[in-house]
T-cell receptor
């Protein structure tokens, strides 16, 4: 497995509370991504990063923010969690273009918002 | 225009049979088409990928067929095995820019013994 860890792996929280998910890589890859996976929707991109402090929105970014202060860490924050954000969250990384965009995924975080 | 449409949503195949999953896209700027395999409780993993300068790519029992004029590509799994039971996602991207992938909604494959 590519050196990607996600923490926590499981979390149950209540509506309105802030939540931060962490993605850590040991591959020194430039690109990092946050996806959510929901039945019937596949994988949808939330935010991505193309370098330290360089981030941009994906398809479903509303209600989420991200930060990347170091190459190895990419944080996803739900400022005020809602039940619609109950999902499995995956972090992914990819290297330079020579790898033809292969993305390596982490093990996922299952988040439940009550 | 950014969508990738995948079908079927689920597929049941007998051991030894051929599994076929199809994807279609609209954005003619896409030039990289990977397939990802995901087992329950795990993250997706790259299975096989193709670029539009070839019409077919084969790796073991897995083959991608690509039809550029129809803007379609498909995954064929020959001699399907119970261990192939997983969810498969097609995806597409352009080589330039932010390296973003657009994923299909997935196909749950069940291979019966």
């Amino acid at each position: 497995d590519a050196g990607i860890t996600q923490s926590p792996r499981h979390k149950v929280t209540e509506t309105g509370t802030p939540v931060t998910l962490r993605c850590h890589q040991t591959e020194n890859h430039r690109y990092m991504y946050w996806y959510r996976q929901d039945p019937g929707h596949g994988l949808r991109l939330i935010h991505y990063s193309y370098g330290v402090k360089d981030t941009d929105k994906g398809e479903v970014s509303d209600g989420y923010s991200v930060s990347r202060s170091k190459t190895e860490d990419f944080l996803l924050t739900l400022e005020s969690a809602t039940s619609s954000q109950t999902s499995v969250y995956f972090c992914a990384i990819s290297g330079d273009r020579g790898r033809y965009n292969e993305q390596f995924f982490g093990p996922g975080t299952r988040l439940t918002v009550l | 225009q950014q969508q990738v449409k995948q079908s079927p949503q689920s597929l049941i195949v007998q051991k030894g049979g051929i599994s076929i999953i199809n994807c279609a896209y609209e954005n003619t700027a896409f030039d990289y088409f990977p397939w990802y395999q995901q087992f329950p409780g795990k993250g997706p993993a790259l299975l096989i990928a193709i670029r539009p300068d070839v019409s077919e790519k084969k790796e073991g029992r897995f083959t991608i067929s690509f039809n550029k004029s129809a803007k379609q590509f498909s995954l064929h799994i020959m001699d399907s095995q119970p261990g192939d039971s997983a969810t498969y996602f097609c995806a597409a991207s352009t080589q330039g820019g932010s390296e973003k992938l657009v994923f299909g909604k997935g196909t749950k494959l069940t291979v019966n013994p």
